[in-house]
């Protein structure tokens, strides 16, 4: 096991009806943003109890920030905190909100002349205003954790970011909600929980027996809830472990002291940016062929995995290996979601080598867990994926 330091901040409140405590939590005299998307929270009833329960505060909205939230809207939303000299962010949907408050949360102290600097300078993102969520999806795991990730449409990017300053305060976990959620973003949701374990765990054996068996519990878990919540999202214990699944699954503690690959999630928010793809599918399109192309490197940890979650006992490590990457794209075809590129676009056939080369241009020259997968990989990995 690695060495690690580890410190998460952010209060969890989880449970039903729980979104009636938010008063009690934000800093009394805050004036507050209140940060919405396309506009779900007002047909499902949780807006309602949002502006009850902050019946005391002065709250200013701003909704309409879309799924993959949009750098130029967000800008937007920066004028509205200076103007109105707001002190305290709230935001009420899935990551796409969480996201986009984040970045609100470091653009509203920056000094700095262009916010976007904060996803391209590289630098860990240190202040910020105070800000918390009340999570109306799971998915990312945005609700506990520093990280965000924002698109510029103008420049077909999608660029990841974050500090410690970007942990909310707090965030209310109602599994309620989700009972409103349509069913294919249920699917985007285990599916982008489910690749978040794997990106912490499907690297090479690290002597972490507990962090691996972590992983290897949300993984199963998943599994096992999924069927019941896609057939009846009102089902609150399927609900529940789903969500707290979403949660646990990047929240940083299964990532301690093991080594992390990400090259899925990097080469996925290319799709998004390039074709608009949900952002969990555009996972399960890149993992099979990610961990097909890596097999070599990744043999032990996949062999483990298929035994340990798809009870895969027999044969070679490397028939194991494969066997379990099958289970992995069986996986996401029985929740609906498709894994091949050509499925969702007809346009696909120059991303390999696009994205091969914007890989080049920013420098991104060794992805993975040991640094070793090239633009020229990442060409082929795409490519599998066609
Ligand atoms: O916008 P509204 O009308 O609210 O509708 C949303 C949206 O259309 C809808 N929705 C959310 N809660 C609902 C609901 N509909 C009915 N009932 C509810 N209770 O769902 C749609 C998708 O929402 P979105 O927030 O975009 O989904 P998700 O949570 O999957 O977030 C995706 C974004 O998060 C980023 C992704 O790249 C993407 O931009 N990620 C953030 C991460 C992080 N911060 O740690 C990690 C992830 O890997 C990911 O990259
Ligand atoms: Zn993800």
């Known amino acids: 096991m690695n060495n690690f330091e580890f410190k998460n901040p952010t209060k969890i409140i989880f449970g039903k009806d729980k979104i009636a405590n938010l008063a009690k939590e934000i800093p009394a005299k805050a004036k507050i943003l209140l940060l919405y998307g396309g506009g779900s929270i007002k047909t499902n009833g949780v807006y309602d109890q949002v502006l009850k329960a902050l019946s005391g505060f002065e709250v200013v909205e701003f909704g309409g920030i879309p799924a993959n939230p949009e750098y130029a809207i967000l800008m937007k939303a920066l004028q509205v905190i200076k103007s109105q000299k707001i002190t305290f962010l709230l935001a009420v949907g899935g990551g796409s909100v969480i996201d986009g408050t984040k970045f609100l949360s470091a653009a509203a102290v920056y000094e700095e002349e262009t916010p976007w600097n904060l996803l391209t300078s590289g630098k860990p993102i240190l202040k910020g205003m105070p800000f918390a969520s009340v999570l109306t999806l799971p998915a990312t795991g945005s609700e506990m954790n520093s990280g965000f990730v924002l698109t510029r449409k103008e420049t077909k990017e999608k660029l990841a970011a974050g500090g410690p300053a970007l942990y909310p305060l707090f965030s209310i976990l109602d599994p ?211």
């Open 176 to 386: 309620q909600v989700i009972s409103s959620i349509p069913k294919n973003q249920i699917a985007n949701g285990l599916a982008d929980a489910y690749t978040h374990v794997l990106e912490q765990y499907m690297t090479y054996p690290n002597d972490a027996m507990l962090q691996d068996r972590f992983a290897e519990s949300i993984l199963q878990t998943l599994v096992e809830v999924a069927p019941a919540i896609l057939k009846d999202p009102s089902d609150y214990n399927a609900a529940s472990n789903f969500m707290w699944c979403c949660t646990m699954a990047l929240n940083g503690l299964i990532g301690q002291g093991v080594p992390q690959d990400w090259a899925v999630h990097m080469i996925g928010h290319e799709l998004t940016a390039m074709f608009g793809i949900d952002h969990a599918c555009t996972l399960a399109i890149i993992a099979p062929s990610h961990y097909r192309y890596n097999i070599e490197a990744k043999k032990e940890k996949l062999a483990q995995y298929a035994e340990r979650i798809w009870g895969i006992t027999t044969g070679t490590i490397d028939e194991k290996a494969q066997a379990g990457i099958d289970k992995t794209e069986e996986f996401f075809h029985s929740i609906g979601i498709k894994t091949r590129l050509s499925e969702y676009t007809p346009d696909y056939s120059g991303a390999a080598e696009k994205i091969s080369k914007r890989f080049t241009a920013r420098g991104w020259l060794g992805l993975g867990e040991r640094q070793k997968v090239a633009p020229a990989d990442v060409a082929k990995i795409v490519e599998m994926c066609y």
